[in-house]
């Protein structure tokens, strides 16, 4: 249905508003508030009844409906002086009065390359299952000089590897026994990945000899037969238990990351117009590893377009969250309401699936943009716990509590999430995380070598770059520091120290130490 008013037009088969002739871009909530409104124009619609079917009963502040309909009057050229569109009738409620005609929209044009600010949602996707990655994992076979027996140290493997990956709850994953079934009819993992119809299958070895533990292991894209990734786990025996807890963690974590990037790479070769919820999530994922803000608004529109497809799907809206906290963290938006926008996306996320170790890790941050330093670690310590192989949980945690926290805590967290993704793309965000510990804990010359390897990294923004220039003034290395400094404002001009420093969230010790860094260099 497409409903017209003054010179906008809402498009509620296509999620689109336009105005002018020109599409705008306005969050979910944003939109279905202007959609309902216009719906209920003929009555006065009260505040609670709008918080009631934008938030389907979740807990959210008033601040929270304020912001959605200034936004939704900046969006259609309305303001709350003028209220030629949306009216404000004090204790009542709000009403849409601006004259509205209805009529059915034509049936969208097909092409190559469709313009992603107009997505049409695929008219049979909300009758199809909800589509996800799968995954099967092959018992590993024991090539030990003397194999072990049936449940020896291949199978606990497999068996961690199954359990880990399923925590992720990013794929689905076919359960240890069809599994070992299969391998006990001495099927091979093409033979099996076929028979199941899954995408992608991890197989390896395992060899124990001279007080070492070797294995093997490789991903497959079951459909092609490409090896994605292949490694090999040499570790000294000691605490077997420890070492294969190790090893399987890492297993986990790098092949999911695997997948991930192979997603984010088919997604981005499909016409926008005809992605899936988990395409679009992937679509959106891409551009969010860009760091930049355009590409930071085309991924919160590939995420507002997962939701609308697939409502329970918790990874996206930790997605949409993740893009409210960057427009905050970074200072694109204004900062209240973006912070609103990252809490209430991040508790929709909850809503969807509070087992997800990504929902807790969206809240986590959304927290910490609030400056609830304990409720976040608290968060981000559930999302790790929930699933131990969770790179981001780790990183986000390190990333906290290099500020305000424990710096020790810090710096483990960042190790061990290096471990887990060791290239992942915000390994610049796992390294500044260790410089921030470092420089609080006095070890400036430590802290700029890590800081250096941050900003090195090619998608590290300005303030990866400032941990740089402050920790190299700190440690002496005046120079290079204003080498960075440099940097930094050849790419923005505006850049100050005050935007560094409201960004961050430093306990009062941090504070002044980046603050004497920044005074070296002239930034102070």
Not at 436 to 443: D, E, H, K, P, S
């Amino acid at each position: 249905m497409l409903l017209t008013f003054r010179d906008c037009e809402l498009d509620t088969r296509l999620f689109t508003l336009r105005c002018q002739g020109l599409p705008r871009q306005v969050e979910p909530q944003v939109f279905d508030l202007l959609v309902y409104l216009v719906r209920h124009r003929h009555r006065i619609v009260p505040r609670q009844e709008l918080l009631d079917a934008l938030w389907a009963g979740k807990v959210v502040s008033e601040s929270a409906l304020s912001s959605c309909l200034k936004a939704a009057r900046q969006a259609i050229g309305d303001s709350g002086e003028e209220q030629a569109c949306i009216a404000t009738l004090h204790r009542r409620g709000y009403r849409f009065v601006a004259a509205v005609t209805e009529h059915e929209p034509p049936e969208p044009r097909q092409e190559d390359e469709p313009d992603t600010d107009a997505q049409p949602v695929p008219g049979d996707a909300r009758a199809m299952p909800p589509h996800r990655a799968s995954i099967a994992v092959m018992p590993f076979a024991d090539l030990s000089p003397v194999a072990s027996a049936r449940g020896g140290t291949a199978d606990a493997l497999a068996h961690d590897v199954i359990t880990r990956l399923a925590q992720l709850r990013s794929l689905f994953v076919i359960a240890q026994g069809t599994m070992f079934a299969l391998h006990e009819r001495d099927m091979g993992p093409q033979e099996a990945a076929r028979l199941l119809d899954v995408d992608y299958v991890v197989s390896g070895t395992v060899r124990r000899h001279a007080q070492r533990l070797v294995v093997t292991a490789e991903l497959v894209e079951a459909r092609t037969a490409r090896v994605v990734w292949a490694d090999i786990f040499d570790r000294p025996l000691g605490d077997a238990f420890s070492v294969l807890d190790d090893i399987g963690s890492q297993i986990v974590a790098i092949a999911a990351s695997e997948i991930e990037l192979a997603e984010r790479n088919r997604a981005l070769l499909r016409p926008p117009n005809t992605l899936d919820a988990w395409e679009a999530h992937h679509r959106g994922l891409w551009h969010m590893y860009r760091f930049n803000q355009a590409d930071n608004e085309r991924a919160r529109q590939f995420f507002a377009m997962a939701v609308r497809l697939d409502p329970t799907f918790a990874r996206a809206y930790a997605g949409l969250s993740f893009t409210h906290f960057q427009n905050a963290f970074q200072g694109w938006s204004e900062r209240a309401a973006a912070c609103d926008l990252a809490l209430a996306t991040a508790r929709q996320s909850l809503g969807a699936d509070d087992r997800n170790p990504a929902a807790h890790w969206a809240m986590g941050r959304a927290l910490w943009l609030r400056g609830q330093q304990d409720p976040a670690v608290a968060e981000l310590e559930q999302a790790i716990h929930l699933s131990p192989s969770f790179a981001l949980g780790h990183y986000t945690l390190a990333f906290v509590q290099s500020q305000a926290g424990d710096p020790q805590a810090a710096i483990a967290a960042s190790d061990h999430s290096r471990l887990l993704s060791p290239f992942d793309p915000l390994l610049f965000g796992m390294l500044g995380a260790r410089a921030i510990a470092l420089v609080r804990l006095g070890q400036f010359e430590e802290a700029a070598d890590w800081a250096v390897k941050a900003a090195a990294r090619p998608n590290a923004h300005a303030h990866i770059r400032a941990i740089a220039a402050y920790s190299l003034a700190l440690a002496g290395s005046l120079d290079l520091a204003r080498t960075y400094a440099a940097e930094i404002h050849q790419a923005l001009p505006n850049y100050q120290t005050g935007d560094f420093f409201a960004a961050f969230r430093f306990d009062p010790q941090g504070t002044a130490l980046f603050r004497q860094g920044a005074a070296r260099i002239g930034m102070g």
